[in-house]
T-cell receptor, first 118, second 117 residues
Framework: DTGVSQDPRHKITKRGQNVTFRCDPI?????LYWYRQTLGQGPEFLTY????????KSRLLSDRFSAERPKGSFSTLEIQRTEQGDSAMYLC????????????????FGEGSRLTVL | AQSVTQLGSHVSVSEGALVLLRCNYS??????LFWYVQYPNQGLQLLLK??????LVKGINGFEAEFKKSETSFHLTKPSAHMSDAAEYFC???????????????FGIGTKLQVIP
């Protein structure tokens, strides 16, 4: 198992452009999360998938943001009409409850995709 | 709602000295608590977790933390700092046990640990 992988690791774009990030979770994990981390802050929750269903979205996720997990495996996070305030590290994490046991909430993170909007 | 407060955004210790990173939590239900570490340009890695079993939790790299309900604290300690411990440390909380459901993990703002040779 190679862990959670994210692509690209770094993205520099001009204001107004669209960007898309991809996350490949640990293969047996059915839960996938997106977090955003800005300088001097801890990760902030954006959205959560269980399999292909998007079960929760943060108020931080404006209508310019959309996330998908079409087959319950990899996920994409798209930001349309980027703004300078979107500059941040976008973190993907995955987890999986074990049948019959409580999910402790432990998350397995990727290395993140850093977005810089000029 | 659950939250954590990390006291001290930057902490400096000498190599070989005690490391103490402070975290206080707020939770309306029995919490699960975590410490994660983030090295430069890397994702977060779990150091240790408290899930309502033993109140003294041991983690990787010699770190440990003690859950103190009366103080609503979950401070992270290590007896002797090593240069490789220099990183950013995040305390996090969930709302308690979940079974087949979702529980949002809420992170603190982080504490950057500097180790001075």
């Amino acid at each position: 198992d190679t862990g959670v992988s994210q692509d690209p690791r770094h993205k520099i774009t001009k204001r107004g452009q669209n960007v898309t990030f991809r996350c490949d979770p640990i293969s047996e994990h059915n839960r996938l999360y997106w977090y955003r981390q800005t300088l001097g802050q801890g990760p902030e929750f954006l959205t959560y998938f269980q399999n292909e269903a998007q079960l929760e979205k943060s108020r931080l996720l404006s209508d310019r943001f959309s996330a998908e997990r079409p087959k319950g495996s990899f996920s994409t996070l798209e930001i349309q009409r980027t703004e300078q305030g979107d500059s941040a590290m976008y973190l993907c994490a995955s987890s999986s409850p074990t049948s019959g046991r409580a999910d402790t909430g432990e998350l397995f993170f990727g290395e993140g995709s850093r977005l810089t909007v000029l | 709602a659950q939250s954590v407060t990390q006291l001290g955004s930057h902490v400096s210790v000498s190599e070989g000295a005690l490391v103490l990173l402070r975290c206080n939590y707020s939770s309306s239900v029995p919490p699960y608590l975590f410490w994660y570490v983030q090295y430069p340009n890397q994702g977060l890695q779990l150091l240790l977790k408290y899930t309502s079993a033993a109140t003294l939790v041991k983690g990787i790299n010699g770190f440990e933390a003690e859950f103190k309900k009366s103080e609503t604290s979950f401070h992270l300690t290590k007896p002797s700092a090593h240069m490789s411990d220099a990183a950013e440390y995040f305390c996090a909380v969930t709302g308690g046990p979940l079974r087949g459901g979702y529980q949002k993990v809420t992170f603190g703002i982080g504490t950057k640990l500097q180790v001075i040779p």
